[in-house]
């Protein structure tokens, strides 16, 4: 079946330091590619997406490209900031009639030192 | 502000009690979601709805059970045969039966059996 793994946590960085947290999925189709963000004390919400291969998703300075030959989704900052401080979830969707279809990775938690 | 509303946020309960969790959204969407979230582990998907007055099991239905009697509103009851109900539990809702892979969540509901 389908699944996503990612980089298990917690990664803790300083502020302004690069920012990538690995995503590896199998799937049987061409799936579309999701990360949501998880704020302490809130529910989830999208970050960004991808919905086939090569293409990039972005939102707030974080980008994620859909790479087919290796079956990743890298999520990547540049420089990251405290407000950044949450849990970020890798996920798929290969089946378009519904979307509790989707596949969610463990979750990775981000910590931000000032 | 359009959004979901869980309550309670937190909750206690004892061994064989049932409890209830409320899920109202203003949205206007036609899909609703429980998921159940674990330390290090990814949501899991315990019922969905895609249209009132109809609901499918997901992944982890046993010992839940749903209702959805008004598209705004999807309560999760947790009953005695749950076994292992502590735990973070998210609703979600999209807007239709097309799979854009984006969910809307509610901030959560934490449930403590003692």
Known sequence: GDSVTQMEGPVTLSEEAFLTINCTYTATGYPSLFWYVQYPGEGLQLLLKATKADDKGSNKGFEATYRKETTSFHLEKGSVQVSDSAVYFCALSDDHSSASKIIFGSGTRLSIRP | DGGITQSPKYLFRKEGQNVTLSCEQNLNHDAMYWYRQDPGQGLRLIYYSQIVNDFQKG?????????????????????????????????????????TGELFFGEGSRLTVL
């Open chain 2, 59 to 99: 992944d982890i239905a046993e010992g839940y059970s749903v209702s959805r009697e008004k598209k705004e509103s999807f309560p999760l009851t947790v009953t005695s045969a749950q076994k292992n109900p502590t735990a973070f539990y998210l609703c979600a809702s999209s807007i239709g039966p097309v799979n």
